[in-house]
């Protein structure tokens, strides 16, 4: 155990080869373990050191392509491409996806490849609003489907085609993919997936201005989230939450529900999403009067943002004092 973990010390303090000698000498198990631990430095740092969580990942990549441990290969390159994509590094994003579907067709494993393949790319080029690159895949997602043995790949591949009902606001063919894919993610025992379809119900039922079925269905998700302690997951669903405060105009409870968010979010140190809750809480009290307090969370998530370095969060943030200043009639403010 000593050895072991001098070894994975040894990788992640240097530019670490792993030599056909050093394989052989600790053996493919403890290889499969040093993967495996590299990968969980890598999802444990991503918030807190990019740095080593990117060359964590690089590294657990290399290793795991010598030792043909295809698991490890896979969940690399998707961290990789998670990490790519969340970065706004599109074309190294997509390489990763392209190799993750090559990993899977080569080894003939058409349940991955649905689940992790096609899903993961017809995701991304939702996220960058490529839909006719998304209905491709899509496409090829169905015409898989008869390969797989997975309950869980229809589901994955109907709450794909909702999420790309939901971009077009095809809202009730959304709905119709999401209640299809319920009962395949149950039989499949995937409640984490279940919780996901439960989210974008609520999305879809939003836009359709339906607020009690929406409300209904982002605290069917919490439940499961709270359920399963994925607290980042709990945040999101707190802003989905507190958005239909918004909308229906109940600014109290409105800013309570982004407190809740605020507060999950500084407890598992997420800089970016804290920026994002920074301005929603400052919306908040703005929309409750409470200007003071406003400005107090509005300067948090400014100075969060360019300590991060955010250029998304940057314009939201300027965009969002632009439009206090202006209701206010403070238009030199509003031009600087």
Request: charged share 20%; aromatic share 14%.
């Amino acid at each position: 155990m000593k050895i072991f973990g001098f070894f994975l010390i040894l990788m992640l303090s240097s530019n670490y080869t792993f030599s056909r000698e050093l394989k052989e000498y600790y053996g493919i198990g403890d290889s499969i373990r040093v993967v495996d631990s590299l990968i969980k430095i890598a999802n444990d740092s991503v918030d807190t050191d990019s740095l080593l969580s990117k060359q964590s990942a690089k590294d657990a990549y290399a290793m795991a392509l010598q030792i043909k441990y295809i698991k490890g290969q896979a969940e690399a390159l998707m961290f990789m491409a998670s990490y790519s994509l969340k970065n706004e590094e599109y074309l190294a994003s997509l390489d990763y996806h392209f190799k993750i579907i090559d990993l899977y067709e080569r080894n003939l494993d058409f349940d991955n490849l649905i689940n992790y393949g096609y899903t993961r790319i017809t995701q991304f080029f939702l996220q960058i609003k490529d839909y006719d690159l998304a209905r491709k895949y899509l496409d090829q997602m169905f015409r898989l489907l008869p390969k797989s043995s997975y309950p869980s790949a229809k589901g994955n591949a109907c709450l794909c085609q909702a999420k790309y009902y939901l971009a077009l606001h095809a809202d009730s063919l959304a709905i119709r993919s999401l209640y299809i894919s319920i009962p395949c993610f149950q039989k499949a025992n995937d409640l984490l997936a279940e919780a996901a379809v439960y989210k974008y119900l609520g999305d879809a039922f939003v836009q359709t201005k339906q607020y009690a079925n929406a409300d209904f269905a982002y605290r069917t998700s919490i439940s499961i989230f709270s359920q399963k302690q994925k607290l980042g997951e709990l945040a999101v669903m707190y802003t989905r939450i507190a958005h239909i405060y918004q909308i229906l105009e109940n600014n109290q409870k409105n800013l309570e529900y982004n407190l809740n968010a605020l507060h999950i979010r500084e407890k598992i140190h997420q800089p970016l999403l804290i920026a994002s809750s920074f301005l929603n809480v400052g919306e908040s009290y703005w929309l409750l009067g409470r200007k003071d307090s406003a400005n107090v969370y509005l300067s948090k998530a400014l100075n969060l943002a360019k300590q991060i370095n955010s250029t998304y969060y940057l314009e939201a943030i300027y965009y969002e004092l632009y439009d206090f200043a202006n209701s206010e009639k403070r238009y030199q403010d509003a031009l600087k």
